[in-house]
């Protein structure tokens, strides 16, 4: 039992940690992806003159949102499930039922990494590059440069990696809970967390 919260509670501190920097992130991201948006809109139906690439700008702020926030949602437990058999089941059948689906779905996030790194990231699509955005290293002395796909489908890879951390965690905590010192832990449910039920 030492030893599962010795691993529990470094993982612990890491995921906390790293999702805190990713939801600042993201919340900038949300910022920016708003300000592209609200600027099309208003240059292109007040003045008649959009710039091309807020739309792919506020694209790319969504896939790295979503790869941020996700790991978040996953671990406070804000996705949407349907849990009428887990309800339904005794507890410790429960409980080892909510152990199996998380190993299935380590299982599939491993899988989703390894083919979203070299199905996307490091693929002939993801050498490409972005049609309109550029970055404007010209204003300081610099040339354009412009965006590599791989840069928006690294918020692939990033994300499913800060699932899996998540969802190891989650995993020792069952187990810990499985074996009866589920008391000992420390909450993850958030005060400000709407749920989805």
């Not at 005794?90 to 899988?111: D, E, K, Y």
């Not at 309109?132 to 040339?143: F, K, Q, T």
Request: aromatic share 12%; hydrophobic share 55%; proline share 3%.
């Amino acid at each position: 039992m030492a030893l599962l919260f010795a691993v529990l509670w470094p993982l612990e501190r890491f995921n906390t940690f790293v999702l805190m920097i990713g939801r600042w992130l993201a919340m900038g991201l949300l910022v920016l992806m708003v300000c592209f948006i609200l600027g099309q809109v208003i240059l292109r139906y007040g003045f008649d003159a959009a710039p091309n690439w807020t739309e792919e700008g506020a694209r790319f702020g969504m896939l790295w949102l979503t790869g941020l926030m996700a790991p978040t949602a996953y671990r406070r437990g804000g996705f949407v499930s349907i849990d009428m058999l887990e309800r339904a089941l005794p507890r410790t059948v429960s409980a080892v039922f909510t152990l199996a689906l998380l190993g299935i779905s380590l299982w599939v996030l491993v899988v989703m990494l390894d083919r979203g790194i070299y199905n996307h990231v490091f693929s002939l699509s993801g050498n490409g590059n972005s049609p309109a955005l550029r970055l404007p290293l010209d204003w300081i002395g610099g040339e354009r440069i412009r965006f590599k796909l791989n840069w928006a489908y690294g918020s692939l890879a990033v994300g499913i990696a800060l699932l899996i951390f998540v969802n190891v965690e989650l995993v020792l905590r069952q187990v810990i809970t499985l074996l009866g010192r589920g008391e000992d832990l420390n909450s993850l449910s958030s005060a400000e967390l709407i749920r989805a039920e």
